[in-house]
């Protein structure tokens, strides 16, 4: 067992067994001027103490010691037995200075407090204070650790630094500063507050740990190369409730770093930590808080805190297939230049092969965070590639970001174990993207049950939102509005429901609005509904169903879409077996109505006015008008102002019809578009409808 702590003298270990010369509660003074071979039971030169080491000679169990200002240069590592033991400087405001003094608090102490200290290493002390495994409910408030030794011993495997846990239940620091301002390059196992134990052993635990209201600092000199020194807060055991709130993080390598555990042993489990309100600047080498692979995490919560300027990602776990999240919560935070070294894995939030939620009823909730892109560099903003049931993505605004703002996917490490479901991504506003908005993969795990609800997209320089593979079912795209895009909606996965909405001016002059085609094999849209959506100013197509994918998809079904103003074909069906009625395709520049397959479904009911403004209604179509079409205009409420209501002389009320069996349609009263006035489909359940969007 190697030593945790400074040598001992063996004078200050004999101490350790006498008794104090009085008792009951006692008050013993040190003062800079003081004598050891006093009694300390006055405040003054011939009665006070001189050094801590004389304090511990007197001091029984509820005595308090009081430090007059100054500076005690003990320079010796001590001991500390005792219990509900005060250690207090006298003026908060001119703290006493214990310089080059080590504290080892042993496993007997309980209810012991520390304030209004300055615990200076002086640079050389190895670790400040260290806690020992069995120790319990110790306070340190208003006090400074600074300055342990920044190198590193020849052969020393251990973490070192200002405050060493081996094990405690029941730590408040409080309104402290922990800092380091080194001389030299800080070693890579030198950190600010460390819960560790010797080489990854299990069974050692810290619990009800609290840290409110304090600053960790360190100066890193131009000359520092390496990643991982100086953490904020390294976790090397098992934790069971942690919370961090109020705090300050500056200038270091990394925020939080929970370290993995060797893939020998079993995990080590974090329950109960908690972040919040803390304010997180310049983690200038690697990431904001990290959390390492082969562990199990419970309850985690990242909430109102304040990130800016972090090299890599703000939150990162290393899943690989072996870590467990069991329900987490990053909530009301903002990131402001996250990842700026432009490593293609610099993301503000990444979960990377995780198995997540093991307990029923738990889940992985990111919601109403802001988040603006770094100045330069990132890859995608949210990553989260994820095994198991229950993520709830919302009420997030993500902007000028240079990558996909939400990549999400099952876990792909995981073959054949590691599907996701039960996806709500709902009430993001993703505003001036460089690339893609929302992507929802599927690459070779099943993703099923995602809603995609209540989004604002706008000014995406890629796709807006999409579901990228056959390997994606009952995913629904519900009242989002997408405007400015490059695509709007992109759909490759079957079973899809796109449905209310609008879907405006996007800039691709190759794809559409909403487009349903191959993006990755196996792409399979079949069954897909398309419907009450308004789709209008966009550039090329409004609703395209690919030819591409003709040979995997069929029965997809366009309804009551009102498609206005498109510069390409306003509804283009490349795939046989489609259903296409109670549409309004109006005012577009090109077609109105194209087929491209070789059989077409239940198509008609449908109003067509496009030659006033240079385009055709129907390419591909015999014997039109179709059935039920109507050739009028539709008299929309405001055409310029894009309200896009019938008036009530339209010709589009009542003319609807509903879908039978086969190619039949049957007029049923309902109107035409995505905004009725006032009967309803029969085809579709009243609890579908949303009248007067």
Known sequence: MKNRITPIACATLIFLFVLPLFCGAATIYVRTDGNDNNDGLTNTPSGAKATFL????????????VFAPGTYNDLSGYNVNRSNVTFRGSD??????????????????????????????????????????????????????????????????????LLILEGCNGLLLENCQLDI???????????????????????????????????????RLLSQTTDDDAVGIYLRHNINGFLIEGCTFETLAETVRIVSTDGALAPRTFQGITMRNNGIQRAEMLNAVYFGSNNVYQDFKFQDNYVTNVRSSA???????????????????VYDDVGFDDSATNRAISMDEVIINTTPGKETVIRNNRIVRPTVGADECIWLNLAGSGVVFSDNVISNYQATAL???????LAGAGSLSN????????????????????????????????????????????????????????????????????????????????????????????LLNEFVTPSDVSNSIVAWNIVAGNRNHGISLDPVLSA??????????????????????????????????????????????????AFGYNLLYNVLTGGVDYVGLAGTPLVGDLLANPRFEDLQGRDYHLRVNSPAIGAGASHGSGTTLQPDGSDLGALPTHTLNLAVPASAWTLYR
């Open 54 to 65: 004389g304090a511990l000679f007197a001091i029984g169990d509820g005595d308090t010691v």
């Open 92 to 161: 908060p405001n001119n703290r006493a200075v214990m310089a080059g003094l080590s504290l080892y608090i042993a496993a007997g102490a309980s209810g012991d407090t520390f304030e209004n200290l300055v615990f200076d290493g002086v640079l050389s002390v190895t670790d400040i204070i260290v806690i020992a495994d069995g120790a319990q409910n110790l306070t340190l408030r208003n006090c400074e650790l600074k300055n342990c030794s920044v190198a590193n011993s020849a052969g020393d495997d251990l973490r070192h630094g």
């Open 181 to 219: 301002h080194p001389d030299r390059n800080i070693s890579d196992r030198v950190h600010l507050m460390i819960a560790r134990f010797d080489d990854f052993e299990t069974g050692r635990t810290s619990s009800n740990l609290v840290v409110r209201n304090t600053s960790f600092y360190s100066e």
């Open 315 to 333: 939150f990162w776990l290393s899943g690989g297939g072996v870590s467990t999240m069991d329900g987490c919560e990053f909530s009301g935070n």
């Open 407 to 413: 990549v999400l996917d099952g876990a792909e490490s």
């Open 423 to 514: 996806v709500i991504i709902s009430g993001n506003v993703l505003p001036n993207l460089s690339s893609n908005g929302i992507g929802v993969r599927g690459l070779s795990e099943t993703v099923t049950n995602v809603a995609i609800e209540n989004n604002t997209m706008s000014n995406a320089a890629g796709r807006a939102m999409e579901v990228s593979s056959a390997n994606i079912g009952g995913a629904s795209f519900r009242f989002n509005r997408v405007q400015g895009c490059q695509t709007g909606i992109r759909v490759s996965a079957p079973g899809t429901n796109v449905s209310y909405n609008d879907v405006f001016d996007t800039q691709s002059t190759t794809t559409a609005g909403i």
């Open 552 to 601: 995997t998809s069929t029965n997809v079904t366009v309804m009551n879409n009102t498609v206005v103003g498109n510069l390409g074909t306003a509804v283009r069906v490349g795939l046989n077996n489609c259903h296409v009625w109670n549409n309004i395709i109006a005012f577009n520049s090109s077609t109105g109505l194209s087929l491209e397959a070789t059989t077409p479904g």
